[in-house]
């Protein structure tokens, strides 16, 4: 029954909706990537696509739509702060995931020790500095070299899953 069903999905064709759809079934954390847009603001751009690359030296990527209204603020920033979501943060990712990002500001944020703001209760934070740039189809892969990490809270991280938010189940060791 499943190799019926696995021929003739197989045979569809590959197309961004059909690829959307597909890469969906893979479960990702949601991010805010943050860099400096002015004095006393940020931009905050929802990423769901961090990866880390190395832990020597330590490196992180994500994507970024090229056409995004954001894109060349993110790709000419020498550094950025990547925040891991809560699972109560659903309405700022969403806010964050419009075309042009969001302006965050004060109580949304903490500035950092190295001058980046981190959103404050996140899970998680990742200070970077751009370390390299390469281009992928409709995207733009930022790489960035780990400066500094925080972890503030034991909470569960915000997932998306088949165009939806979710939650992580515990489950048994």
Not at 11 to 20: D, E, G, L, T, Y
């Amino acid at each position: 029954m499943i190799t019926q069903r696995v021929q003739k999905e197989a045979s569809a064709p590959v197309c961004s909706s059909n690829f959307r759809k597909i890469m969906g079934h893979f479960p990702t954390g949601v991010t805010v990537v943050t860099v400096d847009h002015r004095e006393s603001c940020c931009l905050g751009v929802t990423i769901n696509s961090l990866t880390s690359v190395s832990l020597a030296p330590p490196l992180v990527l994500f994507c970024m739509k090229k056409k995004a209204i954001a894109h060349d603020l993110v790709v000419n920033s020498q550094s950025f702060a990547i925040s891991i979501l809560a699972h109560n943060q659903q309405e700022l990712a969403l806010e964050c995931a419009e075309p042009g990002g969001a302006k965050l500001a004060d109580p949304l944020l903490v500035h950092s020790y190295d001058g980046n703001f981190l959103v404050r209760g996140a899970i998680a934070s990742i200070e970077c500095t751009q370390e390299e740039i390469y281009p992928g189809g409709d995207h733009t892969i930022i790489v960035g070299l780990v400066t500094r990490l925080y972890s503030e809270l034991d909470n569960q991280p915000l997932v998306f899953h088949r165009s939806r938010f979710t939650e992580v189940l515990q489950g048994t060791r």
